[in-house]
């Protein structure tokens, strides 16, 4: 079982999912910003397979969660909480996807040809090494190298940040091996196609500035879930919480969509 963070009180009615894999503590500020409103679970995912991380969730909502409950996923963990409410529709009341990828692979690739473009060619160069360096089955502690990618791409992913986002302890293993599986999901169609068995209601919050394409969530998810909503923030990147321009704005659509 992964660790869990609690904020505000029981009972605990919303989840919040990172994102990576592997990037543990990412959403600690939108709990606290929830949490005088409601009690908010923040559960740390540790497994390095996506049934492991499936597993991990489900013993996290059903030992210390108010169910059916809401889950407010981002990133990566906005596909694990898709997923989760595809497995187990009768746990989860409502769904809420932050900045998610997108759900076919015609869209992936543009992702980091928009995050090159918006990077000079000194840090360009950098990415690679990072990339090659992660690549390469002699490079230790690459942890401090994910570390270190995560920075230069929330650099790219972000409009007008008011912040860092929060320090989180990276975890190569785990982003290693669940993307591998995440990916081949996808591929296959097989991702898209959970979405047929998802009955709450299904709410997309996405920045106009965010790399991953929001075509690639709209419009797949628009033909296979019955209740979705997809929402449009303007001058926001990936994190929409430490975007200067559209945080606030973020903040009273979540909250109305959590009342």
């Known amino acids: 079982m992964g660790t869990i963070r609690k904020y505000g009180r029981m009972p605990f009615t919303i989840a919040v999912i990172h994102g990576g894999p592997g990037a543990p503590g990412e959403m600690a500020p939108v709990a606290r910003e929830l949490s005088s409103l409601w009690g908010v679970l923040e559960p740390l995912q540790t497994a390095t397979s996506l049934a492991g991380q499936l597993q991990e969730l489900q013993e996290d909502l059903r030992k210390h969660g108010k169910l059916p409950i809401t889950l407010i996923g981002h990133s990566w963990g906005a596909w694990l909480s898709y997923i989760f409410a595809a497995y187990h529709p009768l746990l989860v009341k409502k769904l809420l996807l932050i900045g998610s990828g997108p759900f076919e692979e015609k869209y992936a690739s543009r992702i980091m040809e928009t995050r090159l473009s918006r990077l000079s060619e000194k840090e360009r160069l950098r990415v690679h090494d990072l990339r090659e360096a992660l690549r390469d089955p002699n490079t230790k502690d690459k942890n ?45 169609g097989k991702l898209l196609e959970l979405g047929k068995q998802i009955q709450c209601p299904v709410v997309a919050i996405h920045g106009d500035y965010d790399p991953h394409p929001y075509e690639g969530v709209e419009k797949p998810l628009s033909q296979v879930i019955k209740d979705f909503q997809f929402i449009l923030l303007k001058k926001c990147g990936h994190y929409p919480w430490v975007e200067r321009e559209a945080k606030d704005t973020f903040y009273e659509i979540l909250k109305e969509e959590l009342l």
């Open 144 to 188: 401090a190298i994910l570390a270190q990618f995560g920075k230069l791409m929330f650099e790219t992913d972000s409009f007008s940040p008011l912040y860092f986002r929060e320090e989180i302890e990276y975890r190569y293993d785990v982003f290693q091996s669940v993307w591998k599986e995440a990916k081949e999901l996808r591929r296959s």
